[in-house]
T-cell receptor, first 113, second 112 residues
Framework: EAQVTQNPRYLITVTGKKLTVTCSQNMNHEYMSWYRQDPGLGLRQIYY???????DKGDVPEGYKVSRKEKRNFPLILESPSPNQTSLYFC????????????FGSGTRLTVV | GQQLNQSPQSMFIQEGEDVSMNCTSS?????WLWYKQDPGEGPVLLIALYKAGELTSNGRLTAQFGITRKDSFLNISASIPSDVGIYFCAGHGSSNTGKLIFGQGTTLQVKP
């Protein structure tokens, strides 16, 4: 089944403790992206990647890092999480940057205390 | 940057009623997409619009790409309980980064 898989689905952590949220897609998509969803704000792009080893900042990149060493994986790294990073995170992929419409993962609900 | 304003923020309707929601922008968009998010899941694409003036249907859903390329609407006819969720408009704007810009979402509740 074609899908985007995120792990974990739920995570509670403490301020300052490094964490990684994994994302993997099995559709051979070039384009991958991370979004965060907050009430009243919709989804905002954190980082995106047009292909292996090509990543760039989205609208809200502060406090996050990403890497794209393989086509299928696009992990999101929070080096020192803070409470304002408590949010619902989605990984998404599409065939290319010009292909319309993303396939989303099921989300990771992160709470930083 | 480019923004999308979606309204209404929320709707509470009776089963069988029709629903309408819209999205506007101060700048031109090249595509308009409508997504639905079920509780606890990621957004799923409902309808994609590629040309100004385009009107597209998907079952009980109908969406239109505004002539000015600055707005879009989504209609749901004869709502049913499984229509409950958050509906997002989204669009590809002027950048060539592939970024999808999302509206704030419309939360729909349907009373049986």
């Amino acid at each position: 089944e074609a899908q985007v898989t995120q792990n974990p689905r739920y995570l509670i952590t403490v301020t300052g403790k490094k964490l990684t949220v994994t994302c993997s897609q099995n559709m051979n998509h070039e384009y991958m992206s991370w979004y965060r969803q907050d009430p009243g704000l919709g989804l905002r792009q954190i980082y995106y990647s047009m292909n292996v080893e090509v990543t760039d900042k989205g609208d809200v990149p502060e406090g996050y890092k990403v890497s794209r060493k393989e086509k299928r994986n696009f992990p999101l790294i929070l080096e020192s999480p803070s409470p304002n990073q408590t949010s619902l995170y989605f990984c998404a992929s599409s065939l290319s940057r010009t292909a319309y419409g993303y396939t989303f993962g099921s989300g990771t609900r992160l709470t930083v205390v | 940057g480019q923004q999308l304003n979606q309204s209404p923020q929320s709707m509470f309707i009776q089963e069988g009623e029709d629903v309408s929601m819209n999205c506007t922008s101060s700048s031109i968009f090249n595509t308009w997409l409508w997504y639905k998010q079920d509780p606890g899941e990621g957004p799923v694409l409902l309808i994609a619009l590629y040309k100004a003036g385009e009107l597209t249907s998907n079952g009980r859903l109908t969406a239109q790409f505004g002539i000015t390329r600055k707005d879009s609407f989504l209609n749901i006819s004869a709502s049913i309980p499984s229509d409950v969720g958050i509906y997002f408009c989204a669009g590809h704007g002027s950048s060539n980064t592939g970024k999808l810009i999302f509206g704030q979402g419309t939360t729909l509740q349907v009373k049986p």
